[in-house]
């Protein structure tokens, strides 16, 4: 079963060095760059699928506009892994990939599930990033939701207990 890792803003802000946010996971279990480059690297040579959630890049890219000092150099970052992204060049998977997500029933039930989730602080970001994992898990990868939010992690479906896909 091939693997798919879904990468969070936090991981992502920590891969292209986001002034501010160079870390990111509880003191226990801290995301440095190094951390962060050699967990995609040895991803990447196991033959995994990178996920790129639709809500990674937006909060990511708000994170870039926003940092302090040069932006231009993390922005063309950014852009070149939206590239790769976009072409689904190996190793990443593509946004179309996704489509099915922001369907209308798939949106309604967002709207609808989603103020029982921000109760509990989960936000819409992660409520998305939580259904493109359960998206890949029924399409039969084994996920991983690469974090360093352990409110998201708990979200990372478990081995074995595939949901079923409504068509």
Partial sequence: MQKVLIIDTSILCVYLKVPFMETCGPDSDQWDYNRVAKKIDDEI????????PLAT??????????????????????????????????PWAAFTSQRELWSEENLKKLANDWPKLAAS??????????????????????????????????????????PRRRR
């Fill in 45 to 52: 040579s196991q033959k995994s699928l990178l996920v790129l």
């Fill in 57 to 90: 890049l937006i909060e990511t890219g708000n994170h870039i506009a926003h940092a302090p000092g040069e932006r231009y150099p993390l922005a063309k970052g950014l852009s070149e892994i939206i590239v790769k992204a976009a072409t689904a060049e190996e």
């Fill in 121 to 162: 602080k989960i936000s819409i970001g992660d409520a998305t990033i939580k259904d493109v994992a359960e998206f890949y898990t029924a399409s039969g990868f084994g996920v991983e939701i690469l974090t360093g939010d352990g409110g998201l992690k708990a979200y990372e479906p478990k081995a074995g207990k595939t």
